[in-house]
């Protein structure tokens, strides 16, 4: 079909929620739809075939066309004395300010994930720190990459990367003989498993993990939707509070 110099135009809306999921898969026919330039062919029998997008290769591409969408853009001053050919001459724009009724709830802390409600009503606190970015993934806030690379780079840590739940890897700063896809994997599994034992004993939902193997200290921290995770040198402690200010700028929800 001669696609091989061809691209996809994902749609943010159907990117951002896929990114939610921790999964983005459409169908052949779904994905042919968005190829630029379009496909000539109607119809093909692989339509039904569902094709799961590489999560390394889109959220980079995701985080920087939110980030490039967040820049102010310049505002266009038309003159009151030019008449609009349709409508007649330019009209004020109304003054009237439009409130916000609801918000999403912030979390307990940046380190919880909770999805059972996202809706709250707005304290009148909240409404004088003026309108928020909305749902998106990145706007002011550090990237994936840019977050590892500040934790890497502390005094006493050897590594840090960023997973999903689903164990796929965003970004990492590893020494060379780590394997960062098998990290990122064992990730969630270790602290759903201390997660679910604290549930058991009634203790709460875990926000943060702290352990060490072989003399040396690791810290996840679970934010949101993703797992941050940093591990350090044999017999020297963590950064903990340096640590913890960078998962706090991976938490996106509106305060």
């Known amino acids: 079909m001669n696609l091989v110099d ?46 799961e997008l590489p999560l ?43 409130a916000q009724a609801t918000a999403r709830s912030a979390d307990t ?3 919880v994930w909770d999805d059972a409600n996202d809706r709250v009503k707005l304290h009148e606190a909240e409404t004088k720190r003026g309108p928020t970015p909305g749902t998106k993934f990145v ?15 502390l005094d006493g840590v050897s590594g840090a990367l960023i997973a999903l739940p689903d164990g796929l890897m965003v970004a990492n700063r590893l020494p060379p ?17 201390v997660s679910q034992c604290t549930k058991e004993l009634r203790m709460g939902d875990l926000n943060n993990l702290n352990f060490t193997v072989g003399n040396v200290p690791w810290k996840i921290f679970r934010v949101n ?5 940093a591990f350090g040198r044999a017999g ?17 929800n509106p305060r």
């Open 6 to 51: 061809a691209k996809v135009a994902l749609p943010v809306v159907a990117a951002e929620q896929g990114l939610k999921q921790g999964r983005i898969a459409f169908s052949w026919k779904t994905i042919r739809s968005w190829v630029k330039p379009p496909v000539t062919c109607v119809a093909s029998a692989q339509d039904g075939t569902v094709l």
């Open 56 to 98: 390394r290769v889109v959220a980079p591409l995701f985080l920087a066309r939110q980030k490039e969408s967040a820049k102010p853009h310049q505002k266009v001053s038309i003159d009151e004395d030019i008449p609009n050919l349709f409508f007649g001459f330019p009209q004020p724009e109304s003054a009237t300010p439009v």
């Open 109 to 111: 802390n940046f380190y």
């Open 139 to 153: 706007a002011k806030y550090a990237t994936p990459n840019e977050v590892v690379s500040r934790a890497a780079g």
């Open 177 to 193: 003989d780590v394997n960062p896809d098998t990290l990122a994997a064992f990730l969630p599994q270790i602290f759903g498993k």
């Open 225 to 229: 939707s993703i797992f941050f995770a």
């Open 236 to 252: 020297e402690p963590l950064p903990t509070a340096q640590l913890a200010a960078l998962a706090a700028e991976l938490d996106h």
